[in-house]
């Protein structure tokens, strides 16, 4: 029994809806984190900083997170 295994369309979507949900769920940790470290006055750019170094992130994406929390 070792033949290829058919991807079914209801598999794809599947997959496509947990990568999803992970990508919202990494969001919505990183505007949580910003959050907090607005409470505890940390400037903006040390925040952009701890964020880029805890998440990963590139300087675009960091700017980019910060701008939609400060609407």
């Keep these: 029994m ?7 369309e209801a598999k ?7 990568l999803i949900g992970k990508e919202n769920g990494r969001s919505e940790g990183i505007i949580g984190a910003i959050g907090i ?9 040390e925040i952009k900083k701890q964020i880029i170094k805890k998440f990963s992130l590139s300087e675009e994406a960091a700017a980019k997170y910060l701008m939609e929390c400060s609407k």
Aim: zero cysteines; proline letters at 0%; hydrophobic letters at 30%.
């Design 2 to 8: 070792g033949g290829k295994v058919i991807e079914t």
């Design 12 to 18: 794809k979507m599947y997959n496509k809806g947990i």
């Design 37 to 45: 470290l607005k409470d505890l006055n940390m400037s903006e750019s």
